[in-house]
């Protein structure tokens, strides 16, 4: 009970949102991929990784941000009783859900790349713009953060799952139920991932999902480089145009249409 008055704005809000939503512990333990036991803990007010609350706030569509500083105002979300013992910045793993890897293990992916795909606007443009990324150490994983795209309001921010088994890597940005999914080959010695990018797209009125050939290209400047909406006359336009059809004609992704 004294835990529960502790965390009582944070959990008004959770509890709220699992009514609302008609789910209960068990669902949302499985929706969010936590033991059960773990919710039962954050239901009663005990502290849990921040982890276990940006999961749970993505399943039922509430403001992690929000729900984080209300739990951290009367105790410490980080006195992580669900948390796995640190072994050091480099050997803490990410979750399992995650893919399980190690800062050791994907330290070649830290850096900027340029990023290019088609205009989901302005037909014949080539989008292209900044992504950065890098690890963080509170919640160990691969976090990307893009910049530099003139639609700011649509930068996206996530997190990288990297599963051992397969060629391909996913950069998956969840935002109140929202999700967009980069699905790319795995870093070349070239500095190169390409795959497919889906997500929704604001098309006149309404938002209308949308998937499309995207390459990321490792760079260490970009002063000299194309940003924004690429048009035919720009000079950039030829080589990002290359490198998109290249995607698709040499097998990294393929857009399947009915005939």
């Known amino acids: 009970m004294r835990n529960e008055a502790k965390?009582?704005?944070?959990?008004a809000l959770i509890k709220t949102a699992m009514i609302e939503k008609k789910i209960t512990q068990a669902e949302l333990a499985d929706a969010a991929d936590i033991h059960e036991k773990t919710i039962q803990n954050l239901l009663s007010g005990r502290s849990v990784r921040d982890q276990t609350l940006f999961d749970v706030?993505?399943?039922?569509?509430?403001?992690?941000?929000?729900?984080?500083?209300?739990w951290a105002k009367e105790g410490r979300a980080s006195e992580t009783r669900d948390a796995p013992e640190p072994d050091g910045a480099d050997g803490r793993a990410a979750p399992v859900y995650m893919g399980a890897y190690t800062r050791a293990g994907v330290d070649h992916y830290i850096g900027s790349y340029l990023t290019i795909?088609?205009?989901?606007?302005?037909?014949g443009s080539i989008m292209?713009?900044?992504?950065?990324?890098?690890?963080?150490?509170?919640?160990?994983?691969?976090?990307?953060?893009?910049?530099?795209?003139?639609?700011k309001p649509f930068l996206h921010r996530g997190r990288l799952y990297i599963p051992a088994s397969s060629m391909?890597?996913?950069?998956?940005?969840?935002?109140?139920?929202?999700?967009?999914?980069?699905?790319v080959s795995q870093l070349d010695p070239a500095g190169q991932m390409r795959g497919l990018?889906?997500?929704?797209s604001k098309q006149r009125a309404q938002l209308m999902p949308v998937s499309a050939p995207i390459v990321y290209l490792k760079r260490d400047e970009f002063s000299g480089l194309s940003l924004g909406e690429i048009g035919a006359g720009d000079t950039s336009h030829r080589d990002y145009k290359q490198l998109l059809e290249e995607t698709v004609e040499q097998g990294y992704a393929r857009l399947v249409a009915m005939r």
Request: one cysteine or more; charged letters at 25%; glycine letters at 2%.
């Open 7 to 11: 965390h009582s704005p944070a959990l």
């Open 57 to 70: 706030c993505m399943v039922l569509g509430l403001d992690f941000e929000k729900v984080r500083a209300a």
């Open 117 to 123: 795909r088609p205009s989901f606007t302005l037909p």
């Open 128 to 151: 292209a713009y900044r992504t950065d990324i890098s690890w963080e150490d509170d919640w160990p994983s691969l976090v990307f953060q893009e910049r530099d795209r003139p639609d």
């Open 168 to 183: 391909y890597i996913h950069l998956v940005s969840l935002t109140k139920g929202a999700m967009r999914m980069v699905m």
């Open 197 to 200: 990018v889906t997500t929704l």
